[in-house]
């Protein structure tokens, strides 16, 4: 597919050629990686570009961490379009979380998200969803809330009340966010309209309501921060929380995540390389660096909200070279966050105080207990 917004540059992170990675280094990546770090990895996640035109290599790395003794969670993030029932198989024989991305109804999912040859998608990717849900697959949903869905009029509950029927786990992203991240200008911004604010606290009242019905829908931003705040749990992700994460791209070249690709960010350039200690010194000289760059824009080094957040703001630093610009986004999302999530602690008050907070605990135990890895 060619989606118009896509944050990756199509797959290629706008550093990288895209193709599949080689069998050989898919088992190399495994078995270092099993040796360095064991049973702290946790979840294993296929992404960028369209991980099932490599499912054979898929297939191969899920094996080879079986072979290690190695056993996380699996998840796959596809835009729908090669779901079949041979890889659904594979699937539920190794518990594996599917998301599968879809913006909303046809005209809003079609209008970014066509082939590569402009044929739409939407019709695919449903008759694909419907042999996923059949066969019982653990689904959830990403979605993006698009200047064409805000410009038809559609607000953030008719995308998610839509999307609900299909899976009552849902990701949505803001399509600001993405042009954040890639370094796109465009004409409108959508974040800072007035207007989306009040489409956002008004989304956010329906998801509260929802939560507290007998059929939730589960904004996953949403649904982590009342699961923090009700078990006070702190998880600073600001200004980056690439310490909980490595990424392995095709050519073997390791990086703390997809999203900093720069140069300086660079854990090793072949997987055989990456040992132990210069694998924790070096996250220790990518935070230093991450923090150098906030201090020289004079930006926080805490926020109030870096336990909700749900974008890292570090992957405008690496990704953008324009200070001006990375000021202009930076401000944009201080703002939004704040009020955002300001809104969000204050529907947790009132909901604890006067709503049905029972019923909303009742529901986020069951998404966390038996379907958080969805």
């Not at 054979?56 to 079986?66: A, G, L, R």
């Not at 049905?356 to 069951?366: D, M, P, V």
């Amino acid at each position: 597919m060619a989606c118009s917004y896509c944050y990756a540059s199509g797959g290629d992170f706008k550093s990288f050629p895209k193709e599949i990675m080689k069998k050989e280094t898919a088992q190399i990546a495994v078995q270092k990686l099993s040796q360095l770090l064991g049973d702290s990895i946790t979840t294993v996640s296929f992404f960028g570009w369209e991980p099932l035109l490599a499912f054979e290599t898929i297939k191969v790395i899920v094996e080879e961490f079986i072979k290690n003794g190695i056993m996380p969670r699996f998840a796959v993030s596809t835009n729908g379009t090669l779901l079949d029932h041979k890889k659904l198989d594979f699937f539920l024989k190794h518990n594996f979380s599917v998301t599968v991305s879809i913006d909303g109804p046809e005209d809003v999912h079609d209008h970014n998200r066509r082939f590569t040859n402009g044929a739409k998608t939407f019709k695919h990717v449903m008759e694909n969803v419907e042999i996923l849900k059949n066969r019982g697959v653990r689904l959830s949903i990403q979605a993006t809330y698009t200047y064409y869905a805000f410009n038809a009029g559609y607000t953030l509950i008719d995308i998610v009340n839509f999307l609900s029927s299909i899976a009552s786990i849902i990701a949505i992203k803001k399509e600001e966010q993405f042009p954040l991240l890639s370094g796109k200008i465009d004409v409108d911004n959508l974040v800072s309209n007035p207007k989306f604010y009040n489409i956002c606290k008004d989304y956010i009242t329906y998801v509260f309501d929802r939560l507290s019905s007998s059929e939730p829908v589960f904004d996953l931003a949403i649904t982590r921060a009342i699961g923090e705040v009700v078990n006070k749990v702190h998880s600073d992700f600001y200004p980056c929380g690439f310490k909980a994460h490595l990424t392995v791209f095709p050519d073997g070249s390791v990086y703390s995540c997809h999203l900093l690709t720069n140069l300086h960010l660079k854990l090793t350039d072949n997987i055989l390389n990456l040992e132990k200690n210069c694998f924790y010194n070096k996250y220790e000289e990518i935070e230093e660096w991450l923090l150098e760059k906030f201090r020289d824009l004079n930006f926080p080094l805490k926020v109030w909200f870096s336990d909700f957040q749900d974008l890292c703001p570090a992957a405008l630093i690496s990704l953008e070279s324009d200070p001006l610009l990375i000021k202009k986004r930076f401000g944009e999302f201080i703002n939004f966050e704040s009020l955002f999530w300001d809104e969000v602690l204050k529907k947790i008050y009132i909901m604890s105080k006067k709503g049905n907070w029972q019923k909303i605990l009742e529901n986020i135990s069951h998404y966390f207990g038996g379907r958080k890895n969805a």
